[in-house]
């Protein structure tokens, strides 16, 4: 790690772009961050803008007891109330990319998107039985109907029970009734909040404090698992696929497309077309060789788990792109996006293309999409692409290294390897924890943010755990990392992982360290977790298991969101960097010993690597003790059922299916 200190990025090909960005005097993020420092009174919370009797900076030694802003708000009330605001910001953000993906998968079902229709039939029926909805007589097209019908009534309802909450624990289920932190409906939980945190509203912090816990848990058990069902059912479920990550993606002879942003469809669209003969011929007639597309932060995570399209990166990496001077065009919609890119191409041929009515930019082109003729807009998107492949200069930084990276663990892909097509069960995982085998499972999710060495704490993290037999999931931002740093490749994660954690991958047929997705695809963390309690052995709650989350490098309100779903769910979660709500002891000791009294679940900041690692093996070892497991003793293992081979489950599965035929 100490070697890392004096560099902006863990990602080589990264560096060697910033370095190239410096010599040549070229703006970027990781520049900028150091010349603007954060203000130190809102890094904290103690700043409050709701009301235009302030903004009211509360500060000093003594400005939890003593001060108070105009109105009378005290430190905690202000510090609770803006983390409210950020929490009701990330799971708007998160559901209202769900909406999109609801409506389209309603429009797919009644021909209004006739680009699209349902390709995972097994998972619609899957969907519907969640949602209590009979599959029996109907066609594909009448129960996908009805499932999207079911699904954005969800958004808007008023009473009652956000549906996916009935797919928890039952014991969860139980302790958010008792608590009151049952979803009603997604948007009503959002508007709530903001009601809340209005001037002279919710006066009380714990009170704040467990609405996050409520709004977040209508983003994780709502807007961010229907998307992930949704963009299953449409897309296809993710299987493992092979393909390439980091910035050295780009193709110096063809035309390079930067796909960005967060919703699937149009970027899928795109995947679609781009190898079309007249769509190759036309980029050729430009004077390329054909058309390469790379993905950029979620939506690479998206295209590459379906499509093996190479990711060029998290967050951090989206100026770079454009400073390699390759990028003919970077294609955008949500989340995520930097208004720094649009200055960036200014500097360089690419055009920056926005495509949703919701997230436009002075510095680009506008082209909006509709999914009444998504195909046809995505041709029109590629040739605007190829029409500014001769506008190329010799201008960039051209880099070339690439690294390998298997991605596409879904749940119902992780559970298929445990025991193939019939039997799969998470039971074989849940008995190699209970064996000593693996000592617990850590989720590495979110952001880059340039205020830490890029990608550091992602790869420290996720070397550490595998080394001392920690399962990891990923997703978002922290999957790039890993797929950049060669860690997605099971050969080397193999090589790097404890023996016990070796020797259960090897068997099940699943690297170390799983690629499961976007950041609405955290969702499939906690359906795994489910899963697991439901195999057994493990105790009967999320909150019993030998798993911790964490968001080492996060700057997202999202992120906010997700860890707080994770908080109600049950889990140990821990962010890098300060709490942006430390300034008041009174909200620290909420979201410690509160919720975790409470729920089972706590939210820690801790902005050292090394301190991140031993809070998170001692909390593992804590709920390893708990369920009486056996210690955890590094190559020395309990008892426990043998594990299947994949050749043994493959025979299994074909006498199975010889013996229903
Ligand atoms: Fe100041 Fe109160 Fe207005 Fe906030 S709500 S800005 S503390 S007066
Ligand atoms: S893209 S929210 S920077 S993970 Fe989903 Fe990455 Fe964080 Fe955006």
């Known amino acids: 790690m100490d070697q890392l200190k004096n560099v902006k990025s863990a990602d080589k090909v990264a560096e060697e772009i910033i370095e190239w960005a410096h010599n040549h ?126 699904i954005i009534a969800n958004f808007g309802q008023q009473k009652g029970e956000v549906s996916y909450v009935s797919r928890a624990p039952k014991k969860r289920q139980e302790l958010w009734r008792k608590w009151g932190l049952v979803p009603r409906g997604i948007d009503r939980e959002v508007t709530e909040a903001m009601h809340r945190t209005h001037m002279g509203v919710d006066q009380d912090p714990e009170n704040l404090m467990m609405a996050a816990l409520k709004c977040s848990l209508a983003d994780g058990w709502g807007g961010s698992m229907f998307s992930t069902d949704i963009t299953d059912m449409l897309f296809g479920t993710p299987t493992p696929k092979r393909s390439i990550a980091s910035l050295g993606v780009m193709k110096a002879d063809e035309v390079n497309i930067v796909l960005h942003g967060h919703e699937p469809t149009l970027a899928e669209m795109i995947v679609d077309v781009s190898t079309e003969p007249e769509i190759i011929a036309y980029a050729k007639s430009k004077g390329a060789t054909g058309v390469n597309l790379v993905g950029m932060c979620c939506t690479a995570n998206e295209v590459l788990m379906r499509h093996g399209i190479p990711t060029a990166g998290g967050f951090l990496n989206q100026e770079l792109a454009v400073m390699t001077g390759l990028a003919e065009a970077v294609v955008v919609d949500v989340q995520c996006i930097m208004p720094a890119i649009g200055q960036a191409a200014k500097k360089f041929h690419t055009k920056i293309i926005t495509t949703s009515h919701k997230g436009k930019m002075i510095d680009a082109v506008h082209i909006q999409y509709d999914e009444h003729r998504a195909k046809e807009i995505a041709r029109q998107i590629i040739r605007v692409a190829a029409d500014n492949y001769p506008n190329r200069t010799a201008e960039g930084s051209r880099v070339t290294e690439t690294a390998p990276v298997i991605a596409g663990f879904s749940h119902e892909y992780v559970e298929y390897m445990q025991g193939g097509s019939y039997r799969g069960s998470f039971r074989p995982l849940n008995d190699a924890i209970m064996a000593g085998r693996i000592r617990g499972v850590a989720g590495i999710v979110g952001c880059n943010n340039p205020r830490t060495t890029q990608d550091s704490f992602h790869d420290f993290l996720a070397m550490e755990f595998i080394k001392n037999d920690v399962l990891v999931v990923s997703t978002g931002c922290g999957a790039a990392a890993c797929a950049k740093a060669g860690f997605m490749l099971p050969e080397v994660a193999l090589e790097k992982a404890g023996p016990g954690l070796r020797e259960v991958c090897e068997a099940i047929g699943i690297p170390p360290i799983l690629h499961l997705g976007s950041c609405v695809d955290c969702s499939r963390i906690l359906t795994i977790t489910t899963a697991m309690v439901e195999a057994g052995g493990l105790g009967d709650d999320i909150s019993m298991l030998p798993g911790i989350g964490i968001a080492p490098e996060w700057m997202s309100e999202k992120a906010l969101a997700i860890g707080c779903y994770f908080v109600a769910s049950g889990m140990h979660v821990v962010f890098g960097s300060e709490s942006p709500m430390a300034a008041s002891s009174v909200v620290q000791d909420i979201k410690h010993n509160v919720w975790v009294e409470r729920l089972g679940g706590r939210l820690d900041f801790i902005s050292e690597p090394q301190e991140i690692l031993r809070f998170a093996l001692e909390k593992i070892d804590a709920k390893r003790d708990a369920l009486k497991l056996k210690k955890y003793e590094p190559g020395k293992f309990g008892a426990e059922r043998v594990l299947m081979s994949m050749e043994d489950r493959r025979k299994l599965d074909k006498e199975m299916a010889a013996n229903k035929g």
């Open 25 to 150: 005097g070229v703006s970027n993020a990781f520049d900028r961050a150091e010349k603007l420092k954060p203000c130190p009174i809102g890094h904290t919370g103690a700043c409050c803008k709701i009301c235009f009797m302030g903004p009211c900076r509360l500060v000093g030694a003594d400005a939890e007891e003593k001060a108070a802003g105009v109105c009378g708000a005290t430190l905690p009330v202000i510090a609770a109330r803006n983390f409210l605001r950020m929490v009701a910001a990330g799971t708007a953000a998160h559901s209202d990319h769900a909406r999109d993906m609801a409506f389209t998968l309603l429009e797919a079902c009644t021909g209004d998107a006739p680009d699209m229709k349902i390709q995972d039939v097994t998972k619609l029926r899957k969907v519907a039985g969640y949602l209590g909805i009979s599959i029996d007589g109907k066609d594909m097209a009448t129960l996908g109907k009805e499932v999207a019908e079911k």
